[in-house]
């Protein structure tokens, strides 16, 4: 829109099962590594699926300032991720927030107005976490039965007077905000598979419309815990049968394609106002110049069979960039390996993108990482935002046996050199009908 | 000017009531909505009342459709009613109906509740005596036996929305945040700017949450946030009472119908008021206290304010956060004071959580169209239950009774466990 003020890309933090921080995450793609195997967390052999994407090694407590180390008792697994990505994020971006300087990592004094730098990230329903719940629950119990006389009375006192803000979903953003002292508008949005590319365009719309200049933005989520797992069980998402072979099991877009495998993981953006980005020379990965979102209205659980709804999304990117589908060089799928949400993603991006769509050059990377829920879409988005950056496309697991709808044009085994200028990331959830859609352009003065 | 952003319908379901002028009629006789809770059995928990809906069935609303929501969550219920009113209100559901893409949803709602009963059966059955732990094979045999498909989905804090979008066939953006207890007024915030922009003509915004479920009254028991006076229930919230203790858990939704003044005006509707600003700020402090200057209040609030091109002295009356909490009230006092100045005690700053009970997810929203109300009528809704002044609490709170008002611009306060903080200005509409 006329008028408004530019935004580019200037960081990218990924937490994922391939390592921490974006460039573990983009070498191991661009090696076809697979981040999914059995689940190590908890003895998951009780589950219709025992696979998982777990993030290896991580410790909230490595990312925050000695000053809070304290904090990260009170911080869910999500949080944790959440916290790692922001450092990822600041430190890819050169941005010496109030964590980096406590910690001794920053390049000089703080470069970030606080009050103009703010965040919008993307959380799911975060579980409980189970044993501890269940470890205070089963103290009230009498004869084998939850008394619930006896929980209101005294078991109640076996869980963490600060309990309950280990699991509000704006504690992502709310722990972030602190480590890294962002006052600017803090949002948190909660539209399951959709929450990062909604968080990411409303941080576009943010800093577009002035009120802040820097945004941390994106989600994170784990689904890598008893009730996470058991969840997509009971609604019959998961991929079963793979157990012995992890790597092929998330097949998305693929003709043997049976569902999704569960995983944890975060991507936070670093969006900075094109005019702060050049003064303090940053590097520029892109410029974000459309967003468009969505709801389908034919069903609030099933995928909408003709993808009318993501079409809409985007379409109205398209339109909100000022460019047609003609422009596109490359898109970021969601591509959960569910057969009927695939299929209905590949309709409305056939139907929105029309003659573009055959052979478009196009990433999925849910085969390596599998689906990190609100986290998920952050991630494919900073995938992309390499693969522009680069002009390469990374190999897109179990790509190789498409179903014949799909006309992406995927790199299946090895990476391939790609032309891009201008790519379509899409984003939506799975449960929820929330969809997304945002255009991102190599950076030209 | 760029686009302008009208509020043409509104509808509530509330622990007083569903209907807006009865509730509201009962809001200015300060009327409490708190009772002992009856959704479970609370005798022996520290807090052992709430502010419930009472008698609340979505077939009163929707008809025959809500046998189409059957499986939808109480928060969603909640949302659906509330939607449903206001867009009657608002004279949507007249021919034409507006262009379903140009319709989105953005509300601040909460999660459903959790399906307890199953979930601790589970649990407890999945425990294993001997070792002391859980055992996760035989806690997966008893949860894939008693936890069901349908109730898990419907807790997703994004299934408010998805339900209105069906049934409204609302095909626009499709938001929900949860930002705690101002996730209904970041909403509206957010909606306004959607509007603005040009992103849409017509946003169901608000929010919808129910937290009076065993866990949720745990959580915030354990927080020791909730007021304790189970022999004094009735009068238990006390905003800005030097006696206060705590907030009242209620539930409920507030739904709002923004729309673009062209679009009211094409269609013949009735502007109720304008959003005119919108300010929203982190802390960035702790995740358990307010910053002790109340510096992320006042920047919400002055944001709000600019935004609007006021300046203080237009602000006519503030509606207050105002939860009863010790420190909110402490802290929310101070920064009014600090942005107001002087003028702080001549501008009155009431909280309906006197008689609501606190709302969370979907407080900002029904306070938000008492606001409406309050420009509409010029009468400010009081603060109920308060006898004993804090030295701490020094504005005017409008105790015990409504009072009459000429208002021409009025905030509205918002501020969430973690330091977020969301203030929006409402003006009367001006052709």
């Known amino acids: 829109m006329t008028g408004e003020r530019r935004v580019a890309i200037t960081g990218l933090g990924t937490i994922t099962p391939l390592g921490i921080g974006i460039e573990p995450l983009w070498e191991g793609l661009m090696a076809g590594r697979c981040g999914l195997k059995p689940i190590e967390a908890f003895d998951a052999s009780g589950l219709a699926s025992r696979l998982g994407g777990e993030i290896p090694g991580l410790k909230a407590a490595d990312y925050v300032p000695k000053s809070y180390r304290k904090s990260v008792k009170v911080m869910a697994r999500d949080i944790e991720i959440a ?151 009971l609604l019959n998402r998961l991929a079963t049968g793979w157990d012995d072979t992890p790597d ?137 935002v390499m693969a522009l950056a680069h002009n390469t496309l990374p190999p897109s697991r179990n790509t190789d046996d498409p179903d014949p709808e799909c006309r992406l044009a995927f790199a299946t085994k090895d990476p391939a050199d790609a032309r891009i200028r201008c790519l379509l990331s899409v984003g939506y959830a799975l449960s929820g009908g929330q969809n997304a859609a945002l255009i991102i352009r190599k950076y030209e003065e | 000017m760029g686009r302008r952003t009208v509020i043409t319908g509104m509808g509530w379901v509330t622990p007083l009531g569903c209907d807006i002028e009865d509730v509201w009629a009962r809001l200015l006789r300060c009327e409490s909505g708190i009772e002992p809770t009856t959704l479970f059995d609370a005798r022996t928990f520290p807090t052992t009342f709430s502010a419930e809906v009472k008698n609340f069935r979505l077939e009163d ?188 858990l209620g539930e409920g939704s507030g739904i709002l119908i923004l729309e673009e003044l062209e679009h009211a005006r094409a269609r013949g509707a009735r502007p109720l008021a304008e959003i005119t600003g919108y300010g929203s700020t982190a802390d960035a402090f702790r995740i358990t206290d307010i910053h002790e200057t109340g510096r992320g209040g006042i920047a919400a609030m002055r944001a709000a304010i600019e935004s609007a091109g006021l300046t203080i002295h237009d602000i006519g009356y503030i509606s207050t956060h105002g939860t009863g909490t010790e420190e909110n009230d402490k802290i929310e006092s101070l920064a009014i004071r600090t942005l107001f100045g002087e003028r702080a005690p001549q501008v009155p700053a009431s909280s309906v959580k006197s008689m609501f009970g606190h709302l969370i997810a979907a407080a900002g929203a029904v306070e938000l169209i008492t606001c409406v109300l309050a420009i509409r009528d010029g009468i400010l809704p009081p603060t109920a239950n308060y006898r004993e002044p804090d030295p701490n609490c020094d504005l005017d709170y409008v105790p015990n009774a409504a009072r009459k008002a000429e208002l021409r611009h009025v905030l509205s306060n918002s501020f969430g466990f973690g330091g977020q903080n969301d203030s929006l200005v409402l003006s009367v509409f001006e052709g």
């Open chain 2, 61 to 248: 609303f929707l008809g025959a459709d809500a046998a189409r929501h059957a499986d939808a969550a109480r928060n969603s219920r909640f949302a659906l009613a509330a939607t449903q009113l206001a867009w009657a209100y608002a004279g949507l559901d007249q021919d034409p109906p507006p262009r379903r893409e140009r319709v989105g949803v953005y509300l601040g709602g909460g999660e459903g509740p959790i399906d307890f009963d199953n979930f601790v059966r589970a649990a407890v059955d999945g425990w294993n005596d001997d070792e002391n732990r859980l055992d996760c094979v035989r806690w997966a045999a008893a949860a894939a036996e008693h936890l069901n498909c349908t109730c898990e989905i419907e807790q997703d804090p994004n299934m408010a929305a998805a339900h209105i979008a069906v049934q409204f066939q609302a095909a626009g953006p499709n938001f929900n945040t949860l930002t705690a207890c101002a996730a209904s007024t970041q909403a509206l915030g957010e909606a306004y700017s959607i509007i603005r922009r040009g992103d849409a003509d017509v946003m169901i915004s608000g929010g919808a949450h129910s937290m009076i479920h065993p866990l949720g009254t745990t959580g915030f028991n354990r927080l020791t946030a909730l007021s304790t006076r189970n022999d004094e229930y009735k009068t238990s919230s006390r905003p800005f009472d030097r006696t206060r203790d705590g907030f009242v």
């Open chain 1, 248 to 384: 092929r099991a998330c097949r998305p877009f693929s003709a043997r394609r049976r569902g999704i495998v569960v995983s944890e993981g975060g991507g936070l953006l670093i969006l900075e106002e094109m005019g702060h980005a050049r003064a303090r020379r940053a590097r520029i990965y892109g410029e974000v110049i459309g967003f468009g979102a969505s709801a389908n209205t034919s069903s609030w659980t099933q995928p909408d069979p003709d993808g009318a709804g993501l079409a809409a999304a985007i379409r109205a990117a398209l339109h909100d960039a000022g460019v047609s589908a003609d422009a596109i060089d490359l898109v970021g799928t969601f591509g959960g390996g569910l057969v009927g949400h695939d299929a209905s993603e590949l309709k409305a991006l056939q139907n929105a993108l029309g003659s573009r769509f055959d052979g478009l050059p196009a990433i999925a990377t849910k085969g390596s990482l599998g689906n990190a829920g609100a986290g998920a879409g952050a991630l494919d988005l900073a995938v992309s």
């Open chain 1, 83 to 233: 916290v790692a990505a922001a450092h990822a994020a600041v430190r890819d971006a050169g941005l010496n927030t109030r964590c980096l300087v406590e910690r001794g990592e920053a390049t000089g004094p703080v470069n970030v107005d606080p009050t103009r730098f703010g965040a919008n990230i993307g959380a799911g329903l975060i579980c409980a976490d189970l044993p501890e719940l269940a470890g205070a629950l089963h103290t009230a119990a009498e004869n084998g039965r939850f008394s619930l006389a006896r929980w209101g009375h005294e078991g109640m006192n076996n869980l963490t007077p600060l309990w309950l803000l280990k699991f509000l979903p704006n504690m992502l953003g709310c722990h972030v905000t602190i480590v890294h002292d962002a006052q600017a508008p803090s949002n948190t949005i909660t539209c399951g598979e959709a929450s990062s590319h909604l968080a990411v365009g409303e941080a576009y719309r943010t800093i577009a419309r002035g009120a802040a200049d820097v945004c941390i933005c994106g989600g994170a989520e784990s689904k890598i815990n008893p009730m996470g797992v058991l969840r997509q069980q």
